[in-house]
C-alpha cells in the first residue's frame, strides 16, 4: 500500500472543511484545503474553529489537540502546488458533473503520479472521472456523509479500472482517520445509501403527493415503526432539497431511473431547500 502523509481536499464547503478536520484530528496527517475563492477558506477555518471549541467544551478532545488538529490543516488556493505536494487528493466540490471534470483534468496534470485520487461525490462513479486524469487505476470514489464529524461512514466505490493497491489504502486511510469504511466491489448509481434512502424518499413523496398522510405523520411513521433517528423529510430538509434534486435528475440523466417528484420539484424552483433556507417539507422560524 501507498504510505500516505499529505492529504489534499479541494473544496472548501461544509463537506470539504469537515472532511479536512476529521483528517487533521487524528494527528497523522498534514492536510492542505484548497478552494479557489479566498473567502470560503476563511468562512470554513471560522466554521472548523467553532466545531473545536465545540468539542473541547464538550469534553470530546483537549485543548492541545484541538489547537494541533487546526494547525495541521492548510488552506490554500493554489491547486497546483498543492497537488503536486499531496499522496492522497480528495475531491469535495459541488455536486456538478462538469465542475469535478475540471478538477481531475488538473489532478492529471499536476498531481504526483502515485498519488491516489478519490471523488467525494454521493452519485457520480469514478469511471465518469478517473479517464480524465490519464491514471484511472489510482482513483476511487471515497464518500463520506454530511456532517463528517458525527457521521461514521464512508462508501469506497472501485471503478472498473481502479486497482487492488488502491483500494486496500483508500480502506486503511478512512480507517486511520477514525472511520468505518465499506467497500463497493463494483459501481452501481448512488452506491449503496443514495439508493436506498432515494427509493424511501420517492415513496414518501408518492404517498405526500396521493394524499394518503401529511409530511409530518408519514415521518412519525418511520421514525416509530422503523426506528429511524429523523423521518424522510425531515432528513431531506436536514440534507438539503437541491442535493437530491440534482442527484435525481442526474440518475435520470444516466437512465438509471425517474426524474424527481413533482413535490420536490415544486419546493426547490421556489427557493424552499430546507433547513438553510428557513423552508422545506416544513418550516425552520
Known sequence: MHELKRVLVVGAGTMGSQIALQ???????????VDAVPAQLERASAQNRRLLDRSVEKGRIS????AGAFAR???TTDLPAAAAAADLVIEAVVEDFEVKKGVF???????GKDSILASNSSTIAISRLADF?????????MHFFHPVMVMQLCEVVRGPKTSDTTVQTAMEFVRSIDRTPVLLQKE????IVNRILFAASEEASRLLEGGYASAEDIDIAVQKGLNWPMGPFHLLDFSGLDILYGAMLDRQRQGEGDGPPEILKKLVEAGHLGRKTGRGFFEYP
Open 23 to 33: 483528517t487533521a484530528l487524528g494527528g497523522k496527517y498534514e492536510v492542505a484545503l
Open 105 to 111: 483534468q488538473a489532478l492529471g496534470k499536476h498531481a
Open 133 to 141: 486524469t490519464g491514471r484511472p487505476e489510482v482513483c476511487c470514489n
Open 73 to 75: 490543516v492548510t488552506p
Open 188 to 191: 452501481i448509481w448512488g452506491f
Open 63 to 66: 485543548e492541545a489537540s484541538a
